[in-house]
């Protein structure tokens, strides 16, 4: 599939087109969001079945946007670039009327009455509601399997795990079920799956993309954020959800995000562009044809006029086994009194992580401190380089009911992220994060490169980003999945 189709072909279909070329076709008349959305919704039909994207599918509810949309670019009123587009959300975030489980049995038939914040501007924007995609219970860990429905596979190989938490909005990305997804991120859960389904997501500075209702806000580390085939998309839909909500005091606060996408036509700044890069961040290990892919990428860069990379070692110790105390702590706050009363409701790692936060004491102080230093550390990374360059995740997709500690007798990072020791440390400081593909592993699985800037350096990110897009070599997503 070619990653960004700027006109319609006679054989390509409209769910192979990304959302800015979609957009176009709307402007110029040759097709409608009627069209768009029918040919979306047969292939979830088609597909589904054996991806598992969607926890629920919302076709009613999309047709009656896309027809309401249509009769807006009759009358000439568009709303903006993404009214008419299809976009899927991840089942934690509240969408009024369309049931909302949070991947838990204990939800399974919540239906809220509000939309959360960025459901709430997609629709505002025009936007055409797929249906909720699949997440683990209250998005606890890195894979999408639940209690209650099937467990999303990766479109390049069935087989094998999508990542999560976002794991289901990943999927339905990478297999044409809909241009754009919307994901949330508190550890990795944007970067990871989109690494491993071989698209683009972006975990935007903290703050920049509302995030409400949630049960806490001054200590957070949940962003919300885009993902989509190609880095266009995903700035585009990031000048939709981003900027301030008076709900979520986190809210960066200030003029209007609008121009993320208009930021990357712009003619880079005059001056050498200073990459850093760390394969392992000086604590962990990765696979070696993933710290090659990340070596061809910075190679590719270094080679055009303007830029220049060097390793660095960031100066931060692991932070995981802290923030695995609290992680703990967290879940055991939320969960304790289902434990207590439906330990049946959760399934057995989660119990677990429950247990041990109910367990534990006196670990916040260790993790407002760690996260302290953590900010200081990457402050002072930040005066040496510009960017910072790693992988995104240390391997590749898994296979489903396995969980990878070692690679090649080595182990990971120990706690409850070794998987994403490459992620975490910047949702503790709130540093914008983009994974874009690079690349394909001996099996011929995606690979992921991570651009990490400097806190409210969104539209930075996204431009390097656009240049590894540029550069990469990488196939696009696959016509139909993988079934193995």
């Not at 909005?169 to 944007?190: E, K, T, W, Y």
């Not at 698209?199 to 919300?224: C, E, M, S």
């Not at 830029?307 to 995981?320: K, S, T």
């Not at 057995?348 to 004491?361: N, Y």
Request: glycine letters at 12%; charged letters at 20%; proline letters at 8%.
């Amino acid at each position: 599939m070619d990653r960004e189709i700027d006109c319609r072909s006679q054989d390509a279909p409209l769910w192979t087109l990304s959302a800015e070329s979609l957009s176009a076709l709307y402007d110029r008349g040759e097709i409608s969001p009627v069209e768009a959305t029918e040919d979306v919704l047969r292939r979830i039909e088609e597909v589904d079945g054996a991806v598992h994207a969607f926890f629920t599918v919302t076709a009613e509810v999309a047709m009656a946007a896309a027809r309401a949309s249509e009769a807006r670019l009759v009358r000439g009123e568009r709303l903006g670039p993404l009214d008419g587009v299809p976009v899927s959300i991840k089942d934690l975030e509240n969408t009024a009327g369309i049931r909302t489980t949070y991947g838990s049995p204990a939800t399974a038939a919540h239906v809220p009455d509000d939309d959360g914040a960025a459901a709430g501007r997609l629709r505002a924007a025009g936007a055409v509601i797929l249906g909720k995609t699949a997440t683990p219970d209250s998005g606890y860990k890195d894979t999408s399997e639940t209690l209650i429905f099937p467990t999303p596979a990766n479109p390049w190989r069935t087989d094998r795990t999508t990542g999560g938490s976002s794991g289901g909005a990943a999927a339905a990305v990478a297999s044409g079920m809909g241009p754009l997804a919307h994901g949330s991120d508190g550890a990795g859960s944007i970067r990871i799956p989109s690494a491993l389904c071989g698209i683009v997501g972006l975990k935007p500075t903290l703050g920049r993309v509302p995030v409400w209702p949630q049960p806490f806000y001054r200590d957070t580390v949940a962003h919300n954020g885009p993902i989509a085939r190609t880095v266009a998309d995903v700035a585009t839909m990031l000048d939709v959800l981003a900027g301030p909500d008076p709900r979520d005091p986190m809210s960066l606060i200030g003029p209007a995000a609008a121009g993320f996408r208009r930021s990357l036509e712009e003619p880079r700044r005059r001056g050498v562009v200073r990459l850093g890069v760390s394969i392992d961040l000086g604590y962990g290990v990765v696979e070696p044809q993933i710290a090659s892919a990340t070596r061809s990428v910075v190679d590719a860069l270094s080679a055009e006029p303007g830029w220049r990379a060097e390793d660095v070692v960031p100066g931060w110790g692991d932070p995981g086994p802290v923030q695995a105390d609290w992680w703990a702590g967290e879940f055991g706050g939320i969960f304790g009194d289902v434990l207590r009363e439906h330990p049946d409701w959760l399934e057995p790692q989660l119990k677990s992580l429950v247990e041990t936060g109910l367990a534990r004491r006196g670990g916040d102080f260790d993790h407002r401190r760690m996260r302290g230093a953590l900010h200081d550390a990457q402050r002072l990374l930040f005066e040496r380089v510009d960017y910072l360059v790693t992988p995104t995740m240390p391997l590749v997709a898994w296979a489903h009911g396995t969980s990878p500690s070692a690679i090649a007798g080595r182990e990971l990072p120990q706690g409850s992220f070794g998987r994403n020791f490459l992620l975490f440390p910047f949702n503790l400081t709130g540093n914008p994060a983009v994974t874009v593909p690079c690349g394909l592993s001996s099996e011929g699985l995606p690979i992921g490169v991570q651009i990490v800037g400097r806190l409210y350096d969104d539209a930075g990110v996204l431009s390097v980003a656009r240049e590894v897009e540029r550069l990469a070599s990488f196939p696009g997503t696959p016509i139909d999945p993988v079934v193995v």
